[in-house]
């Protein structure tokens, strides 16, 4: 389970005082808090009534499809979008009238935004030359900064003589030289290959945790974020769909919206045919299955069943539910594979199954799987049943 408090080990955060989020009370300030925000480009409404409040030292994720509008919040943050209407408060203050220069924040985007014909040195220090900070303490910032992202002694390179990784490193220097209140982080490692993605996704939040900064990251990448955060805020054209923790989002979606997006769960789609403690369900497809539901339903209600492929267990299963099939694609991914399996009706599931001796190939017929308490019920509107 990804922690959301900083350990004792740790140092102490960077923004002067703060205390560790483990140790924090609940009456303390959150670090960023937006109250009911709408966001607006002309007459095109952005975003929609956003709340959220984020507690200092942790690791936010903004996830969403593109144009749902995650740019435009982070945007809001620096100062580089006015809000239409609602509260924008930055360790309690509200910020609305606080112009850019004034806020005391970090950026990293997908382009790294160096300057080209700057020094590393020179682009690292760029924020600490703006406060007027000493040039004595210019340099040792530069060179602790450089320290953190791992690219000790290359102050005097130039960017086009570095990586894209690295170039990202630098440009993540750059933001948190200055110690600012909050990071916001744009996309930050899309422009990258897959593996300096993950090597850097370690990276960036091993240096949060380190310097205790309370960080807002923006991703379409549903991976990046289950792995990165503490927090995930899930969105859709412009409005929030879900806020939890990763396994909370992933385990329990609140919208058929999230239980998509997030790791493209099974919908079955069916009408409620008993109801007696657990609930009998008839799919679309035919099958009467059983699963566990939070409170009873009529028969006759409609609902969705959610299963996630990594529920379903494949070839001979004790499952309570099971259900046969043809396997229509086996996706063989190394230690499991992904199978889409017909079970008529026009229905068709994914199952994402360790190899269990050997890979079940396509046009086989099988069985899979999956327990009564292995699914989240959605209602005829698209909405989890609690
Ligand atoms: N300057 C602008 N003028 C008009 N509309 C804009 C402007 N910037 C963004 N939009 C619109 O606002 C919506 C949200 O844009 P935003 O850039 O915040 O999305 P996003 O979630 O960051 O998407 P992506 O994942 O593609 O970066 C989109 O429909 C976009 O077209
Ligand atoms: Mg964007």
């Known amino acids: 389970m990804p922690d959301s408090r900083v350990s004792s080990s740790?140092?102490?955060?960077?923004?002067?005082?703060?205390?560790?989020?483990?140790?924090?009370s609940s009456t303390e300030k959150p670090a960023v808090e937006f109250r009911n925000i709408d966001i607006a480009y002309g007459k095109f409404v952005a975003v929609r009534d956003f709340s959220l409040s984020i507690r200092k030292g942790s690791f936010v994720t903004l996830l969403g499809p593109s144009g749902c509008g995650k740019t435009t919040i982070l945007r809001s943050i620096a100062g580089l979008v006015d809000i239409s209407s609602g509260q924008i408060m930055i360790d309690g203050r509200r910020v609305d009238d606080v112009p850019i220069y004034k806020r005391n924040i970090g950026l990293v985007f997908q382009s790294y935004a160096l300057f080209p014909h700057k020094t590393v040195f020179d682009n690292v220090a760029f924020g600490l030359k703006y406060r007027?900070?000493?040039?004595p303490e210019i340099a040792r910032k530069?060179?602790?900064a450089l320290d953190m992202v791992r690219l000790p002694g290359s102050e005097k390179k130039l960017p086009s003589q570095l990586s894209g990784g690295q170039q990202q490193r630098i440009a993540l220097a750059r933001a948190i030289v200055f110690q600012p209140q909050v990071l916001l982080l744009d996309e930050p490692l899309s422009a990258l290959d897959a593996n300096m993605r993950e090597e850097m996704r370690v990276e960036i939040k091993k240096i949060q945790k380190e310097t205790g900064?309370?960080?807002?990251?923006?991703?379409?990448?549903?991976?990046?974020?289950?792995?990165?955060?503490?927090?995930?805020?899930v969105m859709n054209a412009g409005a929030v769909e879900q806020i939890g923790a990763p396994e909370e989002v992933y385990e329990t979606p609140a919208t058929a919206f999230v239980a998509d997006?997030?790791?493209?769960?099974n919908m079955l789609a069916g009408t409620v045919s008993r109801s007696d403690g657990a609930l009998a369900i008839t799919l679309?497809?035919?099958q009467t299955i059983d699963v566990t539901s939070p409170r009873p339903l009529a028969p006759g209600s409609k609902v969705t069943v959610v299963v996630r492929p990594q529920k379903l267990s494949v070839g001979a299963t004790a499952s309570a539910n099971r259900l046969s099939g043809r396997v229509v694609s086996t996706s063989y991914l190394g230690g499991s594979a992904i199978y889409e399996i017909d079970i008529g009706g026009?229905?068709?599931?994914r199952a994402n199954a360790p190899i269990n001796g050997r890979i079940i190939r396509e046009g086989e017929l099988i069985e899979v799987g999956f327990d009564p308490g292995g699914c989240v019920l959605l209602d005829e509107g698209g909405q989890r049943i609690s």
């Open 261 to 265: 997006f997030l790791g493209k769960a």
């Open 142 to 144: 530069v060179g602790q």
């Open 10 to 24: 740790s140092p102490r955060p960077a923004s002067a005082g703060a205390p560790s989020p483990a140790t924090a």
């Open 346 to 349: 026009e229905t068709s599931i």
């Open 213 to 233: 900064i309370t960080a807002i990251f923006v991703t379409h990448d549903q991976e990046e974020a289950l792995s990165m955060s503490d927090r995930i805020v």
């Open 132 to 135: 007027n900070v000493p040039k």
């Open 284 to 286: 679309a497809a035919g």
